[in-house]
């Protein structure tokens, strides 16, 4: 799932800390946010353990 995370309507969605559902815009929204301001993010993940995001600006 990981090169798709970035990618509008995204398939690698999970619910929310909440329980609410996802709609697969939130990273894509972010994405483009962050590069309109010549920034940059990206991620590592560790399967079982977590994901840390990186954002630079």
Same mark, same amino acid.
């Given at each position: ?13 999970r619910p929310?800390? !909440?329980?609410?559902?996802?709609? !697969?815009l939130s990273?894509?929204?972010s ?11 990206y991620?590592?993940?560790i399967?079982?353990?977590?994901t ?6």
């Amino acid at each position: 799932m990981q090169p798709e995370v970035f990618n509008k309507f995204s398939k690698a969605q999970r619910p929310g800390t !909440g329980g609410e559902a996802s709609t !697969g815009l939130s990273l894509c929204f972010s994405r483009q946010c962050i590069e309109q301001h010549n920034g940059t993010i990206y991620f590592k993940s560790i399967e079982g353990t977590g994901t840390k995001f990186y954002i630079a600006i």
